[in-house]
């Protein structure tokens, strides 16, 4: 093998251009599939990151009945905290949020909203519920950019709401926007309105009651509540979790339409040098290897091009990466309206594993590639082949 | 049989397909071979010169009777035995020289010692000492393209020397080359026949190399017709 690596070597150094430009072309599949990796790691690492900081907190707790994807659900599914859960949301534990249906009036238009109360002096997620302090009799409210820019709303607007309480009666309120929040999540933010807790408690006619309880990450919980369904991590981070899947479905398209323009490069040479170099095989089977000798030759030297190309791509992307890994990539302003969590930057993560995988990947399959044209020479008569007789 | 034959062939013969029917290059030959011969196989084109020498170099294998080559029958040889025969004890010359293109002169004479394993030091020494008894040390790090016909050939020769080897197959060695060079070659060949006893067999029909045979065998239509010595 060391034999072939260093003839390899030395046909790869002496082909120089061809060579190369084999190289340069394989490099670029390994810096953009990392980079295009790194990005979607950084997603998905920012999207838990700030889900958890301003949604789910350590886990959260769900009233028996609550089911987010069932609105009609929501009528019922409140429940009474405990005097043990009251305790645990006064030691900073916990913190609930009451979830119910509400109709929002901006500028006279009829706007569905969820309407959720929460603590304005809770500490456990990073919503900016202080906003909700008032002093003066109005009921303050705060809303997110993106519902804010859908129904030009903007601080201290008065908006109407409606609302059916716990016997069914319908009200109205209006309710002045205090505060309009910038968030990447999507779902604090599209279609909801906060108001503090014990506005929407009385509101409701739901005095002590909440839907969810949120833990905190640090001091946690742990107990069980009667009534009540945790709900882990791996449960709430669903949604993202499948986006980003099948973001990764995208990404493997990518990636093989890329590997296989990369790989297209290294048969051909192949492909090529297998009918161009005919004499030089029989000259090498002349002066004393084998044909699997020479098959080992060929493969060793079209898989060397990504041994190169991962050297260049150290070079020339090493730099560029890092350099994206710490100004970002800016998304469009756009993608604030797509509903998904995703930040105004997203910074590529790449991790050792990224690196080191996408090398071997890039190396068994140019091996792989580089072989099956070689199975030729097995077939080439060695007096042909140093008369570089076309076979 | 001559028992310190380096090559003895008997009964030897060879046929290619041909569509349905068979082609007799080589038919009922029989010779022997010993060290420090000087000798050709002369011939018109398909007279079967360079199949003999082919199956001579264990590059091919009869289709009948016994090719022996320093003790080992060819047909009884497997690839990887005949490779390390070749790889021992034959060196080749070619009439297109076949010198790989990439390599420098010093990297194609090196060629057959990276296949011995022989330690870089001394592979270095080996490569220099092929290379001055071709005269061509001031040219080690040119490239084929650089050279002359002429130069490409004493590159082929100083590769094939460059291990000693016992036996020196030359497959028209003068075919490309114009008489001045075409001497020069073949004083070269034959100077190192005499200095380290290598047996060369020449397939050729050019008159200038078959003024330096002592041996001469003719070939014709694939049978030996003269096998005559012509110098002491």
């Known amino acids: 093998m060391s034999l072939a690596l260093k003839l390899a070597y030395r046909n790869l150094m002496g082909a120089k251009l061809r060579t190369w430009l084999n190289v340069f072309v394989l490099s670029l599949s390994f810096v953009v599939i990392i980079w295009q990796k790194g990005i979607l790691n950084g997603w998905d690492q920012q999207a838990r990151?700030?889900?958890?900081?301003?949604?789910?907190?350590?886990?959260?707790?769900?009233?028996?009945?609550?089911?987010?994807?069932?609105?009609?659900a929501l009528e019922g599914s409140h429940a009474r905290l405990s005097v043990a859960t009251e305790r645990a949301i006064a030691e900073g534990k916990l913190t609930p949020i009451l979830i119910s249906q509400a109709t929002m009036y901006p500028e006279g238009r009829i706007q569905n909203i969820l309407l959720k109360g929460i603590d304005p002096n809770q500490k456990i997620i990073e919503l900016p519920s202080w906003e909700l302090i008032s002093e003066n009799g109005d009921i303050p409210a705060m809303i997110g950019k993106r519902n804010a820019k859908n129904n030009h709303l903007k601080m201290g607007d008065?908006?109407?709401?409606?609302?059916?309480?716990?016997?069914?009666?319908?009200?109205?309120?209006?309710?002045?926007?205090?505060?309009?929040?910038?968030s990447n999540v999507a779902t604090l933010d599209m279609g909801v309105l906060w108001i503090p807790l014990q506005k929407h408690q009385k509101m409701m006619q739901m005095d002590g009651e909440a839907t969810i309880l949120v833990t905190d990450q640090k001091i946690g919980f742990g107990g069980s509540i009667v009534g009540w369904e945790f709900k882990?991590?791996?449960?709430?981070?669903?949604?993202?979790?499948?986006?980003?899947?099948?973001?990764?479905?995208?990404?493997?398209?990518?990636?093989?339409?890329?590997?296989?323009?990369?790989?297209?490069?290294?048969?051909?040479?192949?492909?090529?040098?297998?009918?161009?170099?005919?004499?030089?095989?029989?000259?090498?089977?002349?002066?004393?290897?084998?044909?699997?000798?020479?098959?080992?030759?060929?493969?060793?030297?079209?898989?060397?091009?990504?041994?190169?190309?991962?050297?260049?791509?150290?070079?020339?992307?090493?730099?560029?990466?890092?350099?994206?890994?710490?100004?970002?990539?800016?998304?469009?302003?756009?993608?604030?309206?797509?509903?998904?969590?995703?930040?105004?930057?997203?910074f590529p993560a790449y991790s050792i594993g990224l690196v080191l995988g996408t090398t071997l990947i890039v190396l068994i399959t140019t091996t792989i590639v580089s072989y099956l044209p070689t199975r030729r020479i097995s077939k080439m008569k060695p007096t042909d082949a140093i008369r570089g007789k076309i076979q | 049989m001559n028992n310190s034959a380096l090559i003895h062939i008997t009964d030897l013969v060879k046929t290619f397909p041909m569509g349905k029917r068979e082609f007799t290059a080589l038919k009922d030959i029989n010779l022997s071979f010993s060290a420090g011969e000087?000798?050709?196989?002369?011939?018109?084109?398909?007279?079967?010169?360079?199949?003999?020498?082919?199956?001579?170099?264990?590059?091919?294998?009869?289709?009948?009777?016994?090719?022996?080559?320093?003790?080992?029958s060819v047909s009884d040889l497997n690839s990887k035995d005949a490779a390390d025969l070749r790889n021992k004890h034959l060196g080749f010359i070619f009439q297109t020289y076949n010198l790989l293109q990439v390599y420098t002169v010093f990297e194609n004479v090196e060629l057959p010692l990276l296949l011995l394993k022989i330690p870089s030091e001394k592979r270095r020494e080996m490569v220099l000492q092929s290379l001055e008894w071709v005269g061509l040390t001031d040219k080690i790090k040119s490239r084929p393209a650089q050279l002359s016909g002429g130069e490409c050939q004493r590159v082929s020769?100083?590769?094939?020397?460059?291990?000693?080897?016992?036996?020196?197959?030359?497959?028209?060695?003068?075919?490309?080359?114009?008489?001045?060079?075409?001497?020069?070659?073949?004083?070269?060949?034959?100077?190192?026949?005499?200095?380290?006893?290598?047996?060369?067999?020449?397939?050729?029909?050019?008159?200038?190399?078959?003024?330096y045979l002592r041996r001469k065998i003719s070939l014709e239509d694939g049978q030996v017709v003269r096998d005559e010595t012509i110098k002491g």
């Open chain 1, 49 to 72: 990151r700030d889900t958890i900081n301003w949604e789910i907190g350590g886990g959260q707790y769900w009233q028996g009945d609550y089911d987010p994807y069932d609105p009609f």
């Open chain 1, 232 to 346: 882990d991590h791996y449960l709430l981070l669903t949604e993202i979790r499948e986006m980003i899947e099948m973001k990764s479905v995208g990404g493997y398209v990518f990636f093989v339409i890329l590997m296989s323009l990369a790989m297209l490069a290294i048969f051909d040479t192949q492909v090529l040098s297998i009918f161009r170099r005919q004499k030089e095989i029989g000259t090498h089977i002349a002066l004393g290897m084998t044909q699997k000798q020479v098959i080992v030759l060929f493969t060793v030297e079209g898989a060397a091009h990504s041994v190169l190309a991962a050297i260049l791509a150290g070079i020339y992307g090493f730099p560029l990466l890092a350099y994206q890994a710490s100004v970002g990539w800016a998304m469009p302003g756009s993608t604030d309206d797509f509903g998904m969590t995703i930040a105004e930057t997203i």
């Open chain 2, 38 to 72: 000087f000798s050709g196989i002369v011939g018109p084109s398909g007279s079967g010169k360079t199949t003999l020498l082919n199956i001579i170099g264990t590059l091919d294998v009869p289709t009948k009777g016994d090719a022996r080559v320093i003790g080992r």
């Open chain 1, 158 to 182: 008065y908006v109407t709401i409606r609302w059916r309480d716990a016997n069914g009666t319908f009200d109205a309120v209006e309710v002045k926007i205090v505060h309009i929040f910038k």
């Open chain 2, 157 to 211: 020769i100083a590769r094939a020397m460059v291990k000693s080897p016992q036996i020196v197959l030359a497959d028209e060695p003068t075919a490309n080359l114009d008489a001045k060079n075409s001497h020069t070659i073949l004083q070269t060949m034959e100077n190192l026949n005499r200095e380290l006893n290598t047996t060369f067999i020449f397939a050729t029909h050019d008159e200038k190399v078959i003024q």
